[in-house]
């Protein structure tokens, strides 16, 4: 089944994939989903990710991360902001702060997908994708 938004359908298999305590999960690759993999790994939140397949089949396998034994997840909550029938944007100066700088933004700017400290850095605002704590 086509997915119309791929950052909701990535963001809910891998809140779903934590509940379970699975290791991996699979997700279908595009240049967003890449891009978010990326600032995901970048922040500590989730292990490696590697492509698997070709063509239009591409899937990314994405391994989480959990702490100590009891195996808690490090990701408490994943919200998704901006969305096909709303988006969200915020300009350079109203970048939003999630949980007071514990968690995550991750902001679709004109320079790539970046989180939202790394916005404020180079200056730019842009689409609030989703928030990550």
């Known amino acids: 089944m086509a997915a119309n938004d791929t950052v909701a359908d990535m963001l809910t298999r891998i809140r779903n994939a ?10 279908p690759a595009t240049r967003m989903t890449r891009s978010i ?29 959990y702490k100590g034994k009891s195996r808690q997840p ?28 514990i968690g995550i933004a991750i902001i ?5 997908i970046m989180t939202d400290r790394e916005a404020r850095r180079q200056n730019v605002g842009g689409e609030v994708l989703c928030y990550v704590w």
């Open 18 to 27: 934590n509940m379970a305590r699975h290791q991996t999960t699979e997700v």
């Open 37 to 65: 993999a990326k600032v995901l790994r970048e922040e500590g939140f989730i292990g490696e990710y590697e492509e698997k397949g070709e063509g239009i089949k591409t899937n990314l396998i994405i391994a989480l991360k």
């Open 74 to 101: 490090l990701i408490t909550a994943l919200k998704r902001v901006s969305r096909p029938g709303l988006r969200v944007y915020s300009n350079r100066k109203d970048l939003p702060r999630v949980l007071g700088g």
């Open 108 to 112: 679709s700017t004109s320079s790539g």
